[in-house]
């Protein structure tokens, strides 16, 4: 069974930074492309990011780019996605989620789902 675990989550200070992290088992990294997506009190689920197999190629939402950055250590099977400059508009429950094949991932359907995680900004 594949199964995704976030952790690092928690509040923060306005302008601070945040590193969440993403546990894979069932599948290898390099099979599997992985992506961050968020979902605030009242509002749909968006894409936050994302790192395909193959390649590596990366992909960001604009309201996050220059931000946040995504990046894999495949010895823990690991996929991490790091936060800076945190602002009152990116508060929310964050969900690592993986793709197969996953030699595309924006825009993609995911099949597997990490538990989500909560990221409060706050003085």
């Known amino acids: 069974q594949v199964q995704l675990v976030e952790s690092g989550g928690g509040l923060v200070q306005p302008g601070g930074s945040l590193r969440l992290s993403c546990v894979v088992s069932?599948?290898?990294?390099?099979?599997?492309?992985i992506g961050w997506f968020r979902q605030a009190p009242g509002k749909g689920r968006e894409g936050v990011g994302c790192i395909t197999t193959g390649d590596g190629s990366r992909y960001y939402a604009d309201a996050v780019k220059d931000r946040f950055s995504i990046s894999r250590d495949t010895s823990k099977n690991t996929a991490y996605l790091h936060m800076t400059n945190l602002n009152p508009e990116d508060p929310g429950v964050y969900y690592c989620?993986?793709?197969?094949?996953?030699?595309?991932?924006?825009?993609?359907?995911?099949?597997?789902w990490g538990q989500g995680i909560q990221v409060t900004v706050s003085n």
């Open positions: 069932g599948r290898t990294l390099d099979s599997t492309g």
């Open positions: 989620a993986g793709i197969t094949p996953g030699y595309v991932c924006w825009g993609y359907e995911y099949q597997h």
